[in-house]
């Protein structure tokens, strides 16, 4: 069972989507994201998440992502940042701030 010490060592930040553009050579659908999480610098993403949202809708939407994994290289996108979201019906979607924020904003 994870503990709240487990929790404690996710950063998780706030980011806004600068760019969404399909990942043509990830094995299932997926967009690679550009992330602007303010003073941690952008960062890029490959996400699962086009059954849901095209990539237009995702320009300017601010996510939650964890900061503190290491980078993976995804068909050919290194995935520096893991966008958060829930495994719903239908497809994944997204964790979003209620109100806007300031990019970099940590969970807490």
């Known amino acids: 069972m ?4 487990d ?8 980011g806004t989507i600068i760019l969404a553009e399909t990942n043509k050579k990830a094995k299932k659908p997926a967009y690679r994201l550009t992330v602007d999480l303010g003073q941690m610098g952008i960062k890029t993403s490959s996400a699962q998440i086009c059954e849901k949202y095209s990539a237009e ?5 601010q ?4 900061v503190n994994f290491p980078p993976r290289q995804i068909a050919d996108v290194k995935s520096e940042v893991l966008v958060l979201g829930t495994y719903s019906e239908g497809g994944v979607v997204l964790t979003v701030p ?6 970099g904003d940590k969970l807490g």
Do not use: G, Q
């Not at 994870?2 to 010490?5: E, I, Q």
């Not at 809708?57 to 939407?61: A, G, Q």
């Open 7 to 14: 929790f404690l060592k996710l950063d998780i930040r706030v």
């Open 63 to 66: 996510v939650l992502c964890v």
């Open 98 to 103: 209620d109100k806007k924020v300031k990019n």
């Open 57 to 61: 809708e995702l320009i300017n939407k």
């Open 2 to 5: 994870a503990t709240f010490d």
